[in-house]
T-cell receptor
Framework: GENVEQHPSTLSVQEGDSAVIKCTYSDSASNYFPWYKQELGKRPQLIID?????GEKKDQRIAVTLNKTAKHFSLHITETQPEDSAVYFC??????????????FGKGTKLSVKP | GAGVSQTPSNKVTEKGKYVELRCDPI?????LYWYRQSLGQGPEFLIY????????DSGLPNDRFFAVRPEGSVSTLKIQRTERGDSAVYLCASSAHGGRAVEQYFGPGTRLTVT
């Protein structure tokens, strides 16, 4: 089955700096890579995703890049703000069986943005 | 529109008791997933429903866990003879349809504590 590795586990940046979180996946058949932001005690919130037919996607201050050859994808946050502080999870779909798309998650990155 | 909702938000039960956790998906979403999240970890897949049927229950840890979705909307996760190791946040997610590249939206979760 699919295996997703995520690093770093913790990341501390100064407000205004950029933050980068990296994930690798094992199954070359994976075609969809979402990123979730989870604040303490809250639900995982889908913030951006990328499909395997593109190499990069941007949405305001966040972007995701995908390297299918190397089987890794990254989340980039520019001009970080204190409200970006949260745990971020990457994920990839399990690829067996029929139409299901249950996600395999990384272990998460705790991002702290210091004012 | 309304997002995914889950009840109760917190459940404390004694070891050996039976519990039911409820999930209300986004209206019209045919695919529904249950995940379990332990402290400091990413969500782990339990079971997937497409419509009324459990299309994939391979993530259920043992036969004490069971889930239903009788009318293709609300789902209930049932845990018999609870154990302390069952303590976790149980998350539900829904998507417009099944598939490996379809956005999943999470509910706020039910925090289960088994004493």
């Amino acid at each position: 089955g699919e295996n997703v590795e995520q690093h770093p586990s913790t990341l501390s940046v100064q407000e205004g700096d950029s933050a980068v979180i990296k994930c690798t996946y094992s199954d070359s058949a994976s075609n969809y890579f979402p990123w979730y932001k989870q604040e303490l005690g809250k639900r995982p919130q889908l913030i951006i995703d990328i499909r395997s037919n593109v190499g990069e996607k941007k949405d305001q201050r966040i972007a995701v890049t995908l390297n299918k050859t190397a089987k890794h994808f990254s989340l980039h946050i520019t001009e970080t703000q204190p409200e970006d502080s949260a745990v971020y999870f990457c994920a990839a779909p399990e690829n067996y069986g029929g139409s299901q798309g249950n996600l395999i998650f990384g272990k998460g990155t705790k991002l702290s943005v210091k004012p | 529109g309304a997002g995914v909702s889950q009840t109760p938000s917190n459940k404390v039960t004694e070891k050996g008791k039976y519990v039911e956790l409820r999930c209300d998906p986004i209206s019209g979403h045919t695919a529904l997933y249950w995940y379990r999240q332990s402290l400091g970890q990413g969500p782990e897949f339990l079971i997937y429903f497409q419509g009324t049927g459990a299309a994939d229950d391979s993530g259920l840890p043992n036969d004490r866990f069971f889930a239903v979705r009788p009318e293709g909307s609300v789902s209930t996760l049932k845990i018999q003879r609870t154990e302390r190791g069952d303590s976790a946040v149980y998350l539900c997610a829904s998507s417009a349809h099944g598939g490996r590249a379809v956005e999943q939206y999470f509910g706020p979760g039910t925090r289960l504590t088994v004493t």
